[in-house]
């Protein structure tokens, strides 16, 4: 699971439909700097929820041509403190490097997570 690696120099680089594992920090913060809008899921190894949306965010990743990332917070202990991690999945929408909204609610169906993606980007 979440095993879409980035470029062979180890830094993340989005692949286009597809979600983008993010080791760290630094790679979140450059996987955001690249793309115009990007949402990113904070999850956790072994969240049953986490793994039902790697699916539909590689659907909404082709749909929208939105640069989808997966970052988990354990490896990066503060970014639980950065983005205020309280639970998982958490997802964090990122236009021009800066978060714009975020969501934290369990699974989240694809037409929902695409309206409130468009519906912020617009």
Same mark, same amino acid.
């Given at each position: 699971?979440?095993? @879409?690696?980035? +470029? +062979?120099?180890? +830094?993340?680089?989005?692949? %286009?439909?597809?979600?983008?594992? #993010?080791?760290?920090?630094?790679? &979140?913060?450059?996987?955001?700097?690249? *793309?115009?809008?990007? &949402?990113?899921?904070?999850?956790? $190894?072994?969240?049953?929820?986490? *793994?039902?949306?790697? %699916?539909?965010?590689? @659907? #909404?990743? =082709?749909? #929208? $041509?939105?640069?989808?990332? &997966?970052?988990?917070?354990? @490896?990066?202990?503060?970014?639980?403190? =950065?983005?205020?991690?309280?639970?998982? %999945? &958490?997802?964090?929408?990122?236009?021009?490097?800066? %978060?714009?909204?975020?969501?934290?609610?369990?699974?989240?169906?694809?037409? $929902?997570? +695409?309206?409130?993606?468009?519906?912020?980007?617009?």
């Amino acid at each position: 699971m979440k095993d @879409n690696m980035g +470029s +062979s120099d180890g +830094s993340a680089s989005a692949t %286009p439909g597809r979600p983008v594992s #993010l080791a760290d920090a630094t790679e &979140l913060d450059a996987f955001v700097a690249d *793309a115009d809008t990007a &949402l990113v899921e904070f999850y956790t $190894d072994g969240c049953g929820i986490c *793994a039902s949306m790697e %699916p539909v965010l590689g @659907n #909404l990743a =082709r749909e #929208l $041509d939105v640069a989808v990332g &997966l970052v988990n917070p354990r @490896n990066d202990p503060p970014l639980v403190e =950065r983005f205020d991690v309280r639970s998982v %999945p &958490l997802f964090v929408l990122f236009v021009e490097g800066e %978060p714009v909204a975020r969501r934290a609610e369990g699974f989240i169906a694809g037409d $929902d997570l +695409s309206e409130w993606v468009t519906h912020r980007t617009d």
